[in-house]
């Protein structure tokens, strides 16, 4: 698998797009990284820039980014909103795909060396990448911002990890580091006060506030402010007036929203600004988010609405987006958010993104692709929906408000299992194309015959594996048909029995898709493990599907 590193610079200008396409085109002309993101703030006069890639393009496109941006914005004539202290001022890397966080930070530290030493640029590490836990924090390497850098440079404790002990007036100083996904998230308030926006920035944020008695700090026994913390933690908050909308935001950083999500940082912001007489309007994502945060979002307003939460993927971001007011200041487009919808490639969901009657046409066409296995697993998707809309529907059932957490976990356990099922129609096609491939390659010296066979052979087990994983999902998924054949709306009983049918068909056509393909495969102990595995599954699920059946055939009762 291909490492992958995010990498999110922050530079210091957002008004001149013109100027900031400059920059980002440096980005784009390294082979190996794909810019994701560009999100401009006239009131911050910052743009957040995101771009993922292999570690070693990542630090040839950051680097030249830096070095663009270091020609082109002069941070002397710089007014904006957001801290600041140079050009390019803050350039995370974030560990992705098959890296760790110390690989990371290693690299994190060759950029810093090179723009520090091939640049003249101070440069500080930050987070995982600075080894002096005393100046990893971002908030206290950037303290007095590029103002004060002039005096903080020539501190001996605040000389540059990298670079020049010379504060550069043009170009400023660089942070550079490597850290865990951070989510920038801005509430908007309806107030101008900067003041009181940062009274609720200090009520949530995890560092708090200094506590006053008569307008002075209260000192402890060691002659040190004594802190009240904020209600939430690994979020740090600020207030700020945004001219460009005429509002008060509190603009946090997420820096763990596995401990800390999106959906608890802005309730917890209502909660506060509430309490304050102001009241919040939506939120704005600075640059992406993961998929999952969403979702998360989603599902946590569903549940406070009592309604089920086994909906779609879209429907679960439209909640999130609806709940939290994401499209107040701007359209919220999740493919271009949401950082795997970012990083998705088309091809492997050709088929399942087709119209139904364009997927059909291309099933009848001459091509052998898709064939069998790929209907199978469409054909189970389309049985695991048919039991979740008995969930849902039960869910919702007037006079059964009681349930519906009971119908709603019955709902999410089919959405789990119609999504993996959708998933493995396209893999199923690609597992064939595979085969085909391999059967392709040249075979005109031993060499390349023996080359040739342990392709095909490869492939071959792929082709079993990705059919017998239709057959493992779809037999998991009739316990949802099976449970709301049961106890589901009674009215949608012929339902529950018409999923049981397409499960049924699900498994066994992806079992004669095992079969087939196994027929070519060398390694006989695999393929007869395999193949007892498979009937055994085949013969439950025909056992269930009689059960069931009959349940239904006895409801429906003519």
């Known amino acids: 698998m291909q490492q992958l590193i995010e ?5 210091s200008e957002g008004n001149d797009l013109a100027l900031i396409k400059q920059i980002t085109d440096q980005i784009e002309s390294v082979e190996g990284v794909r810019l994701l993101n560009v999100d401009p703030g006239k009131a911050t006069n910052r743009t957040v820039v995101t771009m993922v890639g292999s570690p070693e393009a990542i630090i040839e496109a950051a680097f030249r980014a830096i070095k663009k ?6 941070m002397s004539n710089h007014k904006g909103e957001h801290p600041r202290m140079g050009a390019t001022d803050v350039c995370p890397l974030i560990p992705i795909s098959n890296i760790t966080m110390e690989e990371t930070a290693k690299y994190a530290q060759q950029l810093a060396k090179r723009v520090g030493e091939e640049l003249n640029i101070p440069v500080y590490l930050y987070e995982e990448a600075q080894p002096n836990k005393e100046r990893n924090n971002l908030s206290v390497i950037r303290a007095g911002e590029y103002e004060g850098f002039f005096k903080k440079i020539k501190e001996p404790q605040w000389k540059p990890d990298f670079g020049p002990a010379e504060f550069d007036a043009k170009r400023g100083g660089t942070v550079i580091g490597a850290r865990d996904f951070l989510v920038a998230y801005n509430v908007n308030l309806n107030t101008t006060s900067t003041r009181r926006a940062n009274a609720i920035a200090f009520d949530v944020r995890e560092a708090g506030r200094v506590k006053k008695e008569n307008g002075k700090p209260v000192k402890d026994a060691d002659g040190n402010n004594v802190i009240i913390p904020g209600s939430l933690k690994y979020v740090k908050a600020i207030g700020w007036y945004i001219e460009e909308y005429g509002i008060a935001q509190i603009s946090i950083n997420l820096t763990n929203i596995s401990k800390t999500p999106v959906h608890v940082a802005f309730d917890e912001v209502c909660k506060k600004a509430d309490a304050r007489g102001i009241r919040v309007t939506g939120s704005e994502i600075v640059g992406l988010i993961p998929l999952q945060a969403m979702l998360d979002a989603g599902k946590y307003f569903l549940q406070k609405q009592k309604r089920s939460i086994g909906v779609s993927e879209k429907e679960l971001i439209k909640i999130a987006v609806k709940s939290m007011g994401l499209e107040e200041l701007a359209p919220f487009k999740p493919e271009e958010r949401i950082i795997e919808y970012m990083l998705a490639n088309a091809s492997d969901s050709k088929l399942v993104h087709m119209k139904l009657n364009d997927f059909a046409d291309e099933t009848a066409s001459e091509s052998p692709a898709p064939g069998g296995g790929s209907i199978a697993a469409y054909v189970g998707a389309l049985g695991a929906s048919l039991a979740t809309m008995v969930a849902n529907l039960s869910s919702h059932k007037a006079g059964w408000d009681e349930r519906w957490e009971e119908f709603s976990e019955w ?3 089919g959405q789990a299992y119609k999504n993996e099922l959708i998933r493995l129609v396209d893999a199923d096609t690609r597992a064939f194309n595979q085969i085909m491939d391999a059967f392709g390659l040249p075979k005109t010296t031993d060499e390349e015959k023996a080359i040739r066979s342990r392709a095909i052979q490869e492939a071959t087990r792929y082709a079993i594996e990705i059919p017998f994983k239709v057959m493992q999902t779809a037999a998991a ?5 099976k449970a709301m054949a049961e106890t589901g709306n009674p009215n949608s009983v012929s339902d529950a029995g018409v999923g049981a049918l397409c499960v049924r068909s699900s498994v066994m056509g992806a079992f004669m898709n095992v079969r ?20 055994q599954i085949e013969n439950s699920t025909l056992a269930l599907e009689a059960e069931i059946l009959q349940m239904v055939n006895e409801k429906i009762g003519i």
């Open 7 to 11: 990498c999110v610079p922050n530079f």
């Open 516 to 535: 087939i393909n196994a027929a070519g495969y060398n390694d006989k102990e695999y393929v007869n493990d395999i193949l007892a595995r498979g009937r």
């Open 411 to 413: 709902a999410a356990k």
């Open 69 to 74: 941006a270091g020609e082109l914005i002069d």
């Open 477 to 481: 998924s009739m316990e949802v048909v």
